[in-house]
């Protein structure tokens, strides 16, 4: 059996079980000293008084969990009655040793040190009145090396528990630190995939809507005008399908292995690709670039095109617009995209008020600007002369050119 099994053993046994043990170990070691001591000029024979004395030590080890320096201070003074008794000296040495043990080892020892303190100048001073020998002198080292032994034993073990405990709590800290991480992660991966869906979903439904709709009226009076508006359905519908598909692999865990490969994340270039979506049936969409043309990250470009097809969405769903305009800017620092429309300043067809609400696609585009570091505004305005009110979203992306 090794170390660590006998440990475990040991911390299985009932608390009271090793005290009572402990104490009765304590009390036969008293009584075979006092009874084997070495009788020194002036000595009492032991009688029942000194057993009484050294058993009375030992029991008092009994509460040197709970109140460590009690246990010392009483079993000082017993044995102070002991030797003012003139009973063999040192005999009854074992329960002190235990106590002043149990005194160094306790979270709270500043009492027990004061008793251990008065305890062993007391000893020394008694023996150098006993026995006539200087406070230095050998014959004091053994007694007095022992209690001095006994406390450093005392504090060791105390450092040592107070310092696993140290190390307990910061691994649990350090768990609990990593298990919010993860969690944290966790639900930003989440956030950031139903942005995703809600994004392709929402754009889609509505393009298919307005598209459907088109072809619906120019069945039968425009055939050709209806056939190009189901055709925009079905490029819609398949370029929605990529991106669930490249959506899905992120959560399933993507596997190249598998020639399974995710298409690239759309970026600036295909804002116009929107815009001819969106206008055949709907309202006119104009889009302008301006400064000089730079690669952005593909995070930014990623960003700007997920901003300017959801501002889109909300053109197509809540509002009458008969004009949108997509602004790109490409500036020192950034870019800066700006969508807005005329469609009555941000009220729905029917139910009044609704774009001003903080849904999931205003969100969404406010989060995914401030991840970036960059700035988001949603509201109504005013069209410059007497255009009415609109709808304006307005974002700013920071981003350094790409090599």
């Given amino acids: 059996m090794n170390l660590s099994q006998a440990r475990r053993r040991l911390a299985a046994v009932p608390p009271w079980t090793r005290d009572l043990s402990l104490c009765a170990a304590a009390a036969a070691a008293t009584a075979y000293r006092i009874d084997t001591a070495t009788l020194d000029a002036g000595d009492r024979s032991p009688d029942a008084g000194a057993y009484g004395l050294g058993f009375a030590m030992a029991v008092t080890l009994l509460i040197r969990r709970r109140r460590p320096a009690v ?3 009483v079993i000082s003074l017993l044995w102070l009655i002991y030797h003012v008794a003139d009973y063999p000296g040192g005999a009854p040495a074992v329960p002190v040793w235990i106590a002043l043990y149990a005194a160094a080892a306790a979270p709270r020892r500043w009492a027990g040190l004061f008793f251990a303190g008065w305890l062993i100048v007391s ?3 008694a023996r150098t009145k006993h026995t006539g020998a200087g406070l230095f002198d050998a014959a004091l080292d053994g007694s007095t090396v022992v209690f001095v032994a006994a406390l450093l034993l005392g504090d060791a073990v105390r450092s040592r528990r107070a310092r696993r405990a140290e190390f307990e709590a910061r691994l649990a800290l350090l768990a609990a630190h990593r298990d919010q991480v993860a969690a944290q992660r966790l639900t930003e991966e989440r956030i950031r995939i139903a942005r995703e869906l809600h994004d392709v979903s929402a754009h889609t439904i ?3 809507n307005v598209q459907a709709s088109v072809a619906a009226e120019l069945l039968t009076e425009a055939p050709d005008q209806a056939r190009e508006a189901l055709e925009a359905v079905r490029r819609a519908g398949g370029e929605a399908l990529a991106e669930m598909r490249a ?8 596997d190249d292995r598998e020639g399974d490969v995710a298409p690239p994340a759309p970026g600036i270039d295909r804002i116009e690709d929107l815009a001819r979506a969106c206008s055949a049936g709907g309202p006119r969409v104009d889009v302008r670039i301006e400064g000089e043309r730079r690669p952005l990250s593909r995070l930014v470009e990623f960003t700007a ?3 300017a097809q959801e501002s889109l969405t909300n053109a197509l769903r809540h509002s009458d617009a008969d004009l949108v305009e997509i602004l790109v800017r490409y500036d020192e620092e950034g870019l800066t995209v700006r969508i807005r429309d005329d469609g009555g300043g941000g009220h729905d067809r029917a139910d009044g008020p609704r774009r001003m ?3 999931n696609g205003l969100r969404g585009m406010a989060e995914r600007a401030a991840g970036l570091g960059g700035r988001f505004t949603a509201g109504p305005f ?20 790409t090599t």
């Fill in 206 to 208: 509505a393009v298919i």
């Fill in 123 to 125: 000893d020394a001073l």
């Fill in 247 to 254: 959506t899905v692999g992120v959560l399933r865990g993507h």
């Fill in 382 to 401: 005013e069209w410059p002369g007497d255009g009415g009110r609109g709808f304006q979203v307005r974002a700013w992306l920071p981003g350094e050119e």
């Fill in 357 to 359: 609400e903080q849904g």
């Fill in 305 to 307: 095109y997920r901003i």
């Fill in 71 to 73: 246990a010392l201070g």
